[in-house]
């Protein structure tokens, strides 16, 4: 599954260190001085080794894999918030429903953009953390919920369906018309043979991985002043258009 083959998910965090701290770093020239380098990050403590793996992944005695659905030899605590999704008709549908926002490597993603488990902080050191994500999803340093009760209800949704959820039907039999199918062939990155599905975990789920390849490998935004780590450029709102019919 494509998916698990791009993405051992990394740390998700990003910076506000000064520009020249990343100059050069472009788009898909992979992770190395990108604002997920958590070894370049403003305020945080270096690992000792100067390893930039080391903040996500461990070869050895990583944490206990059977804790979670994904747990990619993980060394980083896990966020412990319970989230509050995005609501919409068409995701609250019977087995639409969201039972899990952090499916995946949404929940990886969250321990560092949770605002309360520092981005710094690996191998399971909770003392090893220094540098804490506390602005909001409009903040360089964004922790995404906003505040302590975990509320992502301004935020994309993440943990649904999309396979239940996408579809031609009318909006009266639960499925959206204007989402693509999840086999829908996509021209992204410019790649025209790359469905929807490759996109999802377990080829069904929607996750923050869906939209962010936070490895700086296939990473198509185009420019290191504003790189969020998506697989479509912005422009043209083409990431959005990769799913959205409209």
């Excluded at 910076?15 to 050069?24: E, H, I, K, N, Q």
């Excluded at 090893?128 to 301004?154: V, W």
Aim: net charge negative; with cysteine.
């Amino acid at each position: 599954m494509r998916i698990l083959n791009l993405l051992m998910i990394a740390v998700v965090a990003t910076s506000t260190a000064p520009a020249d701290a990343f100059a050069g770093v472009a788009s898909g020239t992979g992770i190395a001085l990108s604002k997920h380098d958590i070894n370049t990050l403003a305020g945080a403590a270096r690992d000792d080794q100067q390893r930039i793996c080391a903040f996500c992944h461990t070869p050895h005695h990583a944490m206990d894999p059977s804790a979670q659905d994904y747990m990619p030899l993980w060394s980083h605590n896990l966020t412990q918030q319970n989230y509050i999704s995005y609501k919409s008709p068409t995701i609250e549908v019977d087995a639409r429903n969201i039972t899990d926002p952090l499916a995946g490597p949404s929940r990886l993603c969250m321990s560092c953009h949770d605002g309360i488990i520092a981005a710094d902080q690996h191998y399971g050191d909770m003392a090893t953390g220094t540098k804490f994500l506390t602005g909001d999803s409009f903040t360089p340093e964004a922790n995404m919920a906003i505040g302590a009760s975990g509320d992502l209800t301004r935020d994309h949704p993440i943990g649904f369906d999309y396979t239940k959820v996408a579809g031609a039907g009318a909006n009266a039999d639960g499925t959206d018309k204007r989402i693509f199918a999840a086999d829908g062939t996509l021209t992204f990155r410019g790649n025209p043979a790359v469905l929807v599905r490759d996109q999802l975990y377990q080829g069904r789920i929607m996750t923050c991985a869906t939209c962010h390849d936070v490895h700086n490998r296939d990473n198509n935004n185009g420019g290191a002043d504003k790189n969020y780590f998506v697989y479509a450029p912005l422009k043209d709102s083409q990431l959005c258009l990769t799913c959205h019919d409209k």
